[in-house]
């Protein structure tokens, strides 16, 4: 741990404990704290849901779904958007953005964001 201003920073882990697609929730200081790598990129985001305080970053990660319409505008199905990652959580199911920990649907509800890096094979988080 190493201090810059009132902001703490913390090693959480290898790089190697989160491989792509992967994630690791940890107990960091006085928060829980997930962090994901998606196409490359770190995202850290507090476990708290702005629903109702559920432990959101342990949901089920998964492709956002898109409803895919025909030349008439008509349902044909529904996709995955591997592009757009997802986490569930798993009190009652609010989706939030990997990237952005936004809800799709509700502004009101949006992750708290964790500063992240990597930094020689190591993992730091800060606030
Ligand atoms: S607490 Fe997360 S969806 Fe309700």
């Not at 792509?20 to 107990?27: A, K, N, S, Y």
């Not at 779904?65 to 959580?89: K, P, Y």
Request: glycine share 12%; hydrophobic share 40%; with cysteine.
């Amino acid at each position: 741990m190493s201090s810059v201003g009132a902001t703490e920073e913390y090693a959480v882990g290898s790089a190697a404990d989160i491989p792509e697609g992967g994630r690791l929730v940890v107990d960091v200081g006085s928060k829980t704290i997930g962090v994901f790598r998606v196409e490359g990129l770190l995202y850290a985001w507090e476990n708290t849901c702005p629903h109702q305080g559920g432990p959101v970053c342990q949901g089920l990660i998964i492709p956002a779904v898109n409803e895919v319409l025909d030349e008439q505008r008509a349902s044909a199905g529904f996709a995955f958007d591997e592009g757009d990652m997802r986490i569930v959580c798993p009190w009652h199911g609010f989706e939030f953005s990997i990237a952005t920990g936004r809800h799709p649907a509700s502004a009101r509800f949006r992750l708290i964001s964790v500063s992240v890096k990597e930094q020689d094979g190591t993992i730091y988080v800060s606030f």
